[in-house]
């Protein structure tokens, strides 16, 4: 059986006139959006236009939902309660949900932003208040996250389903975790470095962490960051690594 995996990157993060990074490109090499629901970037005609985009090409959508918390992009940690986290992210999901419903498509998943992610991944409260407001909204749709994090434990309480994400510009911790962004080197800039450590993940199943231990990540998903100035470039060098391997890219739950 051939190896399979879903290819996405967060978009719709730009506001009014200003857009940031290159999404239309980028949709050209992904087969799954995660498109920001206004509270951490985005606004509702970006999330309009961003799922208009994403339906034209056939291209899976996924709701991102973040901390409040605009100024910082929703990268910075919030002492939110669970049930705070819970309503903040129901209210996310259905805003994102009308527009799918608008073109006629339904969600396909939910993925977190930034620090409201981070703090899914290692808080089981934080991350139960997530998978219960994704089970609430439509329980057919995917929780995205870490894989062995808080996040896989949450889908399976809730009882929806789970895709474990790998980060294909992202430096790793040996727990697993995604090494702190204000740390040098967390941040991978060549895509063809990028893409090495995607097929290296897809086809062999590990990755080398910053401290030089072998980590064991086999994902579902492999993220790109729409926010990066190598977004673009390093979608494609993914893509096309990926298909010069034979590896089938679509989204999660899409089949055999």
Same mark, same amino acid.
């Given at each position: 059986?051939?190896?399979?995996?879903?290819?996405?990157?967060?978009?719709?993060?730009?506001?009014?006139?200003?857009?940031?990074? /290159?999404?239309?490109?980028?949709?050209?090499?992904?087969? /799954?959006?995660?498109?920001?629901?206004?509270?951490?970037?985005?606004?509702?005609?970006?999330?309009?236009?961003?799922?208009?985009?994403?339906?034209?090409?056939?291209?899976?959508?996924?709701?991102?939902?973040?901390?409040?918390?605009?100024?910082?992009?929703?990268?910075?940690?919030?002492?939110?309660?669970?049930?705070?986290?819970?309503?903040?992210?129901?209210?996310?999901?259905?805003?994102?949900?009308?527009?799918?419903?608008?073109?006629?498509?339904?969600? %396909?998943?939910?993925?977190?932003?930034?620090?409201?992610?981070?703090?899914?991944?290692?808080?089981?409260?934080? %991350?139960?208040?997530?998978?219960?407001?994704?089970?609430?909204?439509?329980?057919?749709?995917?929780?995205?996250?870490?894989?062995?994090?808080?996040?896989?434990?949450?889908?399976?309480?809730?009882?929806?389903?789970?895709? /474990?994400?790998?980060?294909?510009?992202? %430096?790793?911790?040996?727990?697993?975790?995604?090494?702190?962004?204000?740390?040098?080197?967390?941040?991978?800039?060549?895509?063809?470095?990028?893409?090495?450590?995607?097929?290296?993940?897809?086809?062999?199943?590990?990755?080398?962490?910053?401290?030089?231990?072998?980590?064991?990540?086999?994902?579902?998903?492999?993220?790109?960051?729409?926010?990066?100035?190598?977004?673009?470039?390093?979608?494609?060098?993914?893509?096309?690594?990926?298909?010069?391997?034979?590896?089938?890219?679509?989204?999660?739950?899409?089949? /055999?």
């Amino acid at each position: 059986m051939k190896s399979r995996v879903d290819l996405n990157c967060d978009l719709g993060e730009g506001f009014g006139p200003w857009r940031m990074g /290159s999404d239309e490109g980028i949709m050209d090499h992904v087969t /799954s959006v995660n498109v920001a629901c206004g509270f951490h970037a985005g606004d509702p005609v970006v999330m309009k236009d961003t799922v208009e985009r994403a339906v034209a090409r056939g291209i899976a959508i996924g709701a991102h939902p973040g901390y409040p918390d605009i100024q910082g992009f929703g990268r910075r940690e919030m002492s939110c309660t669970p049930d705070e986290i819970y309503a903040l992210c129901l209210y996310q999901i259905g805003a994102l949900m009308a527009f799918a419903r608008s073109c006629g498509v339904r969600l %396909a998943h939910v993925k977190p932003h930034g620090a409201l992610y981070n703090r899914g991944a290692r808080d089981k409260e934080a %991350a139960f208040a997530i998978a219960r407001a994704s089970r609430d909204a439509d329980r057919n749709m995917v929780l995205v996250g870490l894989p062995g994090s808080a996040f896989e434990k949450a889908a399976i309480e809730a009882g929806i389903p789970f895709a /474990s994400e790998a980060f294909a510009d992202r %430096a790793y911790m040996e727990d697993g975790s995604l090494v702190p962004r204000s740390w040098p080197g967390s941040v991978i800039h060549d895509p063809e470095e990028a893409a090495r450590r995607v097929l290296e993940m897809v086809k062999e199943g590990r990755i080398i962490s910053v401290e030089g231990s072998m980590l064991h990540i086999r994902p579902d998903t492999v993220c790109v960051h729409g926010d990066t100035p190598e977004a673009l470039r390093m979608a494609r060098a993914i893509r096309e690594k990926l298909e010069a391997e034979e590896i089938v890219i679509a989204p999660v739950g899409s089949g /055999s």
